[in-house]
């Protein structure tokens, strides 16, 4: 594994920095190649990216790193790469890899928790005469506050060990640290794209909902109330593109096919904003505007009005955590290549414009918490590379 830093002065791919108010510079480009996450997070001032096995915490204001291979005593030989990164609500960054296997980390206070997951773990043979079971763990997923853990188990039954009776998918919800099972299903039952904790693990939620008994009937989602131990199906015979849900648990937005974008009560399950755009959302940092993305716009309403009060023309939009500053790609939309990231002062109207010399794929746009800093993840002909650019005037 070779990882390879460029300083500022090497930035070769970087061109012209145009300006109106303020002026960014380029400061640090990392090169990650291809086998790596496409996303990564900010937290405070500090960068997290992985790539192949390693998870690396970049200081943002000295860039001094420290690092983390996540790969389970037990992996040995086997060829082992992270899959997802997650900031939980302690601080903590939950990194999973293929094995799975996931670990608790958190680099500041130098301290990592194993959980029990790993290779040899995951996988449970059962046989006797005439049928063999196989049960294999290929998903986790922590929620936010590490007070639940999804499990996605797979499961086949062979007779003669080689004649198929029966292949399905096990889903459970159990509690951490004790691992007792909270909810179970069956893909005999129910088939859904994803799951999702809301932030303070109130809710589960599935993704575009199927019961292989019901064909004729889907749900764009499935909401459980762990708290009240009840389930809620939303939007009928409907497909979701997208949804987010507001960090104070509050409120969720939902994109979806056949009738656009709304936003419901988490709590009523009322719906208080509607539009009639689809594409992907987001809520703004302070949680007062809805950001969507259609095909090659950028759409911002105001949440309590339900008013659209800006629109640009672009891909991939980042707010800073003020709502100062917009960033976004200048592309045909978020497929597209781009040679070029705007940024907007919302305010004042004026834009800052960095061009690059080749044309990317831009797959990540943040700013940092003080908004100082304007991290993007591109992804070209040679992988993947993160670009750290630094504020330099008020």
Known sequence: ???????????LTIGNILSQNFNVVPIK?????????????TYNNFLFYAFQDQITLLDLNSFKETKLKVKSSKAQNFN?????????????IAVLNNEPYIILWNPLKNNKIELPFNIEYNRKDKNNFLISQTEIIEDLEISNTVKFIFVKNHISRLFLNFIPIEDYYEYKILSYPDLKEIISWSSKEINFDNIFFSPDDNFVILRNVTYPQELNKSYGLKVYDLNKQKEYNLLLNTTVIDFDIAQNSKLI???????????????????????????YVRFSPLENLLILEGNNTINIF???????IETY????PSLSPSQTYLAYAISKNFASLSKEINIVNRYTKTQNKINFKEEYFVEDIQFS????FLITMLSGKDGYKIEIFKKTSP
């Open 29 to 41: 480009s990392i090169v990650i190649g291809t086998e790596a996450l496409n996303y990564f997070f």
């Open 302 to 308: 105001d949440v309590k009005s339900s008013n659209l």
């Open 1 to 11: 594994m070779k990882k390879i830093i460029i300083g500022s002065i090497a930035l």
């Open 80 to 92: 082992t790469y992270i899959v997802k990164l997650k900031i939980l609500s302690n601080g903590d």
């Open 253 to 279: 937005a939902i994109s979806t096919e056949e009738s656009g974008t709304k936003i419901f009560d988490l709590r009523t399950l009322n719906e208080i904003f509607k539009a009639p755009i689809s594409g």
């Open 369 to 372: 918490r003080d908004e100082n």
């Open 313 to 316: 023309l672009g891909s991939n």
